[in-house]
């Protein structure tokens, strides 16, 4: 929502970091779902105390080689706890998407004119990671340990 425009009483809305912290009061009382967008430059940190009304918090890309949405979903599932969706917009890859779920984000709003088939099919490309993440998948070291205790 524009941060100027009227807000409909029953519908999910997602505003600026700045509207909500100009109206945070009033839309803490919403009976719908809200969400927050917030620039790249702008950290979770800033909005840790409502996570808990929170539904959703959208994460910008301003462009593809910005990657500080990766750290910021991070921040919010490891070190906030934030279960609610985490959504990706903006200059969004789809290489990039596989990637944006092991950190956290659970969905992507791909620019306009963007092949969507084109992120399903990344999900495809790596079966075997060596980096932890928030998606529970093994990593490759315990996937060997556990081939090396089967065999023993």
Not at 84 to 108: A, H, S
Not at 116 to 144: C, H, I, M, W
Request: proline share 4%; charged share 30%.
């Amino acid at each position: 929502m524009a941060d100027d425009a009227p807000l409909p009483e029953t519908d999910k809305v997602i505003v600026s970091l700045e509207r909500w912290q100009a109206e945070r009061v009033n839309l803490r009382q919403r009976n719908a779902a809200i969400g927050v967008a917030l620039k790249s430059e702008q950290s979770p940190l800033l909005i840790q105390d409502d996570l808990d009304r929170l539904s959703l918090v959208a994460l910008e890309f301003p462009k593809f080689t910005d990657g500080r949405a990766f750290s910021h979903a991070r921040v919010l599932r490891d070190r906030l706890g934030f279960t609610g969706e985490i959504r990706g917009f903006g200059q969004v890859l789809r290489d990039q998407y596989l990637f944006m779920l092991r950190c956290g984000f659970d969905t992507v709003e791909p620019a306009a004119g963007k092949r969507v088939e084109g992120y399903a099919e990344a999900l495809k490309e790596f079966s075997v990671f060596y980096q932890p993440t928030n998606d529970d998948r093994a990593t490759a070291l315990q996937l060997r340990h556990r081939k090396e205790a089967v065999a023993a």
